[in-house]
Nanobody, 115 residues
């Protein structure tokens, strides 16, 4: 059974940082490209970042470029998203996903950026 379990969300002030983690099981993680997507209240799912299986290919949405860093540890079956310089508009439910569209995603972890 495929499982993606996100953690690390919380409440942070504008300008702050958080690191999200996603632990994967039930499939061969090291052979899978992975993505982060997010959904803000009342908005559609938004793609954030994608990393290839071997971490050679990494892309970011313009809205997070230069502030967020995606990475992975294939030995631990874990995907990460380091978020810095957080803004109120980054407030959303963050999901890790096996596809860029977010169709195969976990349950999500809430990130709230507010003073």
């Amino acid at each position: 059974q495929v499982q993606l379990v996100e953690s690390g969300g919380g409440l942070v002030q504008p300008g702050g940082s958080l690191r999200l983690s996603c632990t994967a099981s039930g499939f061969v993680f090291r052979n899978s490209g992975m993505s982060w997507v997010r959904q803000a209240p009342g908005k559609e799912l938004e793609w954030v970042s994608t990393i290839s299986d071997g971490s050679r290919y990494i892309v970011y949405a313009d809205s997070v470029k230069g502030r967020f860093t995606i990475s992975r540890d294939n030995a631990k079956n874990t995907l990460y998203l380091q978020m810095t310089k957080l803004k109120p508009e980054d407030t959303a439910l963050y999901y890790c996903a096996r596809d860029r569209a977010g169709l195969r995603r976990g349950q999500g972890t809430q990130v709230t950026v507010a003073s």
